[in-house]
């Protein structure tokens, strides 16, 4: 067993997979000038092992070096470890997810619900990831059709992915599932039920994994962060980019060993939860970066424009360390708190991973909200890196940009709020705060579930002498 490096992951990407982008099929999503953006990126989940191998590295006697990410929680302190890592590994991406965290995270959520033929097939898909160092997408968000309806009840049957046919060897599976981040530039997808399913939804409850370049299955990834990239005006977005694409399967042959719940809607709550425990988890610890990366560009934004001693400044950065230290605490406290779920598998605390995403989302389009309030309409209406680069335009640019510090300095600090809030990149950080990783209703439910509050009702009704 050995650790992949970068470029090995970068050459496994080049196979028969089905990609289109921008209205094109995408021959090689490696040698694409901005698909490539994508996997760099998340390259960095492999080449962190060369240099943290303390955070990114685990070893047993019996299965030698393994990624981290694939390590099953077994302790609290796996759990605050994982959690160093998935933030480093953020920090890295500028605050953004990388890859290895979100598979890993079905894995365990597979590992701890699944049953029979089913958990043997999930076991034996852990031992491959930890053998071939896989980075996989997971595609569990159904296009969904009608909101109000569940899948069985749909006009268009095919609206939730389903089991059309079935034999001793394989399943057959038709449907699509959106929004799949990495699907383009990772090794495999898994696939997990998006909801919990009635009696009669039996076909779609469905789980397993299939390599990228399966047949039947198509890509059609969004353009949504596509543009030409300027690190003067846009220092995040031109070097970090993620790939979500509506996941197509047309009639994809599963073989059974790959196949981890087959059909039984008791199970398709359990596994889909299963996974957005451990996912959650993920997110409040890749965000750790992003609210790093606001708290500070606020700061430098006030110093830029000369407003640090002013009040409403001063009140507005003590907010966002507010917001910033809650989604921290309960980050760390959810593990510390962590418990052991079924088959041995340890899960963060989910009543204070759902409250700590919760207010992070919730406290987002305040925080986003406070830096183009301290940075002013240069959000929208500064100079790009063309202006800059050009000799004659460039002086004019630091004579009338300068602020409280030189205008090059004023510029650069803009770009990175104008990145974090006012770009194609900014807006996309927003609808990913608000839907990724469920969405703010979903939390909600989440919270409601997890928290006891029956022996606050008792304290109550005692206090209240009823
Ligand atoms: C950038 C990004 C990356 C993502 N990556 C992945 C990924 O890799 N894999 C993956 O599987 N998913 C991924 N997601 C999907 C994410 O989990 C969903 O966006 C989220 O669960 C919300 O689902 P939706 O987008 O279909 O919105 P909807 O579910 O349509 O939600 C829209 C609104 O409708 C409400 N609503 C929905 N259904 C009902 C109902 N029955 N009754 C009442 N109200 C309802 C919601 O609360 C919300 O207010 C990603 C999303 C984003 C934005």
């Excluded at 997979?17 to 094109?24: L, P």
């Excluded at 809607?265 to 965000?287: C, E, Q, S």
């Excluded at 500070?296 to 407003?307: K, Q, R, S, T, Y």
Aim: aromatic residues 8%; negative net charge; contains cysteine.
């Amino acid at each position: 067993m050995t650790l992949r490096t970068a470029a090995e992951y970068r050459a496994g990407l080049s196979d028969r997979r089905n990609v289109f982008y921008q209205g094109e099929r995408v021959k090689d999503v490696v040698g694409h000038p901005e698909l490539a953006l994508a996997v760099d990126h998340s390259a960095l989940c492999f080449s962190i092992a060369e240099d943290r191998p303390d955070l990114a590295v685990r070893s047993t006697f019996e299965t030698g070096d393994y990624s981290a990410f694939y390590h099953l929680p077994g302790t609290s302190e796996d759990l605050s470890a994982r959690g160093r890592l998935i933030e480093e590994v953020s920090r890295r991406g500028a605050g953004t997810i990388v890859l290895k965290e979100v598979g890993s995270d079905a894995v365990f959520g597979l590992l701890r619900t699944v049953r029979g033929a089913g958990l043997e097939a999930a076991r034996a898909f852990h031992r491959r990831c930890l053998d071939e160092d896989l980075a996989l997408a997971v595609a569990q968000s159904d296009v969904k059709g009608h909101r109000a309806l569940g899948p069985s009840e749909q006009d268009d049957p095919d609206l939730y992915l389903r089991i059309v046919a079935s034999d001793t060897d394989s399943i057959t599976v038709r449907g699509a599932k959106t929004h799949t981040s990495f699907s383009a530039n990772a090794d495999e997808i898994v696939v997990l039920p998006t909801r919990a399913m009635g009696p009669g939804d039996a076909a779609y409850a469905v789980s397993f994994a299939v390599p990228v370049d399966t047949p039947g299955l198509s890509l059609y990834v969004s353009p949504h962060l596509s543009g030409e990239p300027d690190d003067f005006s846009r220092p995040l977005s031109s070097t970090h980019k993620l790939l979500e694409s509506l996941t197509v399967f047309d009639d994809v042959r599963v073989p059974r060993d790959r196949v981890f719940l087959d059909g039984d809607p008791t199970l398709a709550g359990p596994v889909a939860i299963g996974f957005v425990d451990y996912h959650r988890f993920t997110a409040i610890n890749y965000k750790l970066p992003l609210i790093d990366l606001i708290v500070g560009a606020a700061h430098l934004v006030a110093e830029a424009n000369g407003i640090t001693r002013a009040g409403h400044v001063r009140d507005k950065l003590a907010r966002l360390s507010a917001w910033a230290a809650t989604v921290r605490g309960l980050a760390e406290l959810s593990a510390l708190k962590a418990r052991e779920g079924e088959h041995g598998v340890w899960m963060p605390d989910p009543l204070l991973v759902n409250t700590a995403k919760y207010t992070f989302a919730h406290g987002y389009s305040e925080a986003s909200a406070t830096l183009v309030d301290l940075a002013g309409g240069l959000l929208a209406t500064g100079p790009g890196g063309r202006d800059w680069a050009n000799p004659e335009i460039r002086p004019v640019l630091e004579k009338y940009y300068a602020g409280a510090v030189p205008g090059e300095q004023r510029l650069r600090i803009l770009g990175l709020v104008a990145d974090l809030t006012a770009s194609a990149y900014g807006g996309y950080q927003s609808v990913l705060a608000t839907h990724a990783e469920g969405s703010l209703e979903a939390e909600k439910l989440q919270i409601a579930r997890a928290h006891d509050t029956g022996p606050a009702i008792d304290y109550a009704r005692t206090v209240a002498g009823v």
